[in-house]
C-alpha cells in the first residue's frame, strides 16, 4: 500500500489473533524505522521487542502487579491534570465510543477495569514493542519518540499488520524497568502491541473521529 493508505487505514487496534509475527517481518520494519526525523540525529529512541517466552512472563508479572492496583509512581503524566475542553471532550468521546461498541456501560466500572486490565496482554497480541528514553532527554528528544513510533505503525501497515501505541505501560515503570533490565538513566514512554487484528473483534470497528481542518489548522499567505 501507498502511504495514504497506510495512515489512513491505521488505527489502534485492541484485540488481535495470535497469529505469530516473523522476526524478520520486525527486524525489517524497525531498521527502516529508524530513517525517522531525528532533531540533530540524536536517535535518543531505544527499542525493546518482547516476544515468545519472554512476553509469557511478562503477562503473567503483569497480572499479579495490577491485581494490586496503581501502586508505581508514573515518571510522566499521560494527560495534563487540568485538561480543558475541546481536548477533555475528545478524550472523552473516543472512550464511551469504545465502551459502547463493547456494552459495557458507564455504571459498571468492574467491567470497565476488566477491560482496561486488557492494557497488560497488549490485547492478546504476540508482540510487545517498548521505547524508553534516558532521562537527560527533553521535549525536542521526545517528539523524535513518537516519530519513530508513528513510522513504525505506518510500515507494520504496509507489512499487513496492526499496532496499538500504549502509553498505559508507563504507569509501572518500576516493573517495566526491572523486565526489561534498563540502566537507571533510562526511562519507559510507552509501548505497543503488534500484530494482526482480529477482524470479528467489536471493538476493533472503531475509527476513531478527528476535528474538522479547520478547528485545529490555519493557512496563511
Known amino acids: 500500500m501507498d502511504v495514504q493508505q497506510a495512515v489512513q487505514s491505521r488505527r489502534s487496534v485492541r484485540d488481535f489473533l495470535d497469529t505469530p509475527v516473523s522476526e524478520a517481518t520486525l527486524r525489517k520494519v524497525i531498521e527502516t524505522a529508524t530513517r525517522a526525523p531525528s532533531g540533530g540525529n540524536l536517535q535518543p529512541w531505544h527499542l525493546h521487542v518482547v516476544t515468545g517466552d519472554a512476553l509469557a512472563r511478562l503477562k503473567t508479572l503483569m497480572q499479579a502487579k495490577v491485581s494490586k492496583g496503581f501502586n508505581e509512581v508514573p515518571e510522566y503524566e499521560i494527560y495534563p491534570p487540568k485538561l480543558q475542553s475541546p481536548y477533555r471532550d475528545r478524550r472523552f468521546e473516543i472512550g464511551e465510543l469504545m465502551y459502547r461498541q463493547l456494552d459495557i456501560p458507564r455504571e459498571d466500572k468492574a467491567a470497565r477495569f476488566e477491560w482496561f486490565k486488557r492494557n497488560f496482554e497488549f490485547f492478546g497480541a504476540p508482540v510487545g514493542l517498548f521505547c524508553t528514553v534516558d532521562d537527560n532527554m527533553g521535549p525536542p528528544q521526545w517528539s523524535d519518540l513518537g516519530m519513530i513510533l508513528q513510522t513504525i505503525m505506518l510500515l507494520l501497515r504496509a507489512e499487513g499488520l496492526d499496532s496499538c501505541a500504549q502509553e498505559s505501560w508507563s504507569v509501572y515503570p518500576k516493573t517495566i524497568s526491572e523486565f526489561l533490565g ?40
Open 182 to 221: 534498563l540502566p537507571e538513566h533510562r526511562k519507559v514512554f510507552a509501548g505497543m502491541a503488534i500484530g494482526y487484528a482480529n477482524p470479528d473483534s467489536p471493538v476493533n470497528q472503531i475509527t476513531s473521529p478527528r476535528a474538522p481542518l479547520e478547528e485545529n489548522v490555519e493557512f496563511i499567505s
